[in-house]
Nanobody, 120 residues
């Protein structure tokens, strides 16, 4: 079974930082798009940031300039550096690996979720 292993969540005050890490199997890490989603109870899961196999990145508008996604290729790890955290960033964050094979076929693997709480 493919498993994405997440770490780095916690409780911080507004303005502080956290770094989330997600370790994936090498075959997945090198061929799948990697991203971070977050979900608040009662709300839809949303894409926070993604790094694509061609090196491109994408960010949720509300985190642009504050969050940075990157790959550590030697460790098969995707990093989400979260700076200037706001209470609105509070959520469970999920690592995601995504692959599309044709229009109808996609593959997704998920981490277990890590809680990020931003509160004074």
């Amino acid at each position: 079974q493919v498993q994405l292993v997440e770490s780095g969540g916690g409780l911080v005050q507004p303005g502080e930082s956290l770094k989330l890490s997600c370790v994936a199997p090498g075959n997945i890490f090198s061929t799948y798009h990697m991203g971070w989603y977050r979900q608040v109870p009662g709300k839809q899961r949303e894409l926070v940031a993604a790094t694509f196999v061609d090196g491109g990145t994408k960010y949720l508008d509300s985190v642009k300039g504050r969050f940075t996604i990157s790959r550590d290729n030697a460790r098969n790890t995707v990093i989400l550096q979260m700076d200037s955290l706001k209470p609105e960033d509070t959520a469970v964050y999920y690592c995601n690996a995504h692959l599309s094979k044709g229009f109808q076929e996609t593959f997704d693997y998920w981490g277990q979720g890590t809680q990020v709480t931003v509160s004074s």
